[in-house]
């Protein structure tokens, strides 16, 4: 894996182990230990930090899909979300959240 993926992981778990600890109540998800091949076998193959983020980046515009729009658009554009660039997802994540807090507002 990566150097830059295990040290991003190992980053975001110690946050998470601070913020839970911070208060009483408080709870944070946390990455998976970079030891966890199986997890992390399948989740990035490659084990880049680029993958990963390509990742998460199809993911957020999923989720923020069937948050502004429903799920069944979600579904609906799926497959086309991996054959988009990675500037072209963002746009639609930012799009998505110009949906989301109109609805908010509305």
């Not at 208060?23 to 990035?44: C, I």
């Not at 990742?55 to 991996?82: F, G, H, N, T, W």
């Amino acid at each position: 894996m990566e150097k830059a993926l295990v040290d991003y992981i190992l980053a975001q778990r110690t946050e998470a182990k601070a913020f839970t600890a911070a208060a009483p109540g408080n709870f944070m998800g946390m990455l998976p230990h970079p030891d966890e091949f199986v997890y992390w076998s399948s989740r990035v193959p490659t084990g880049t930090m680029a993958e990963f983020e390509r990742v998460e980046l199809e993911e957020s515009a999923y989720y923020m899909a069937a948050d502004a729009m429903s799920k069944s658009y979600a579904r609906m554009i799926s497959p086309k979300l991996s054959d988009m660039t990675n500037d072209q997802l963002v746009d639609f994540c930012a799009q998505m959240s110009i949906l989301m807090k109109a609805d908010k507002a509305a």
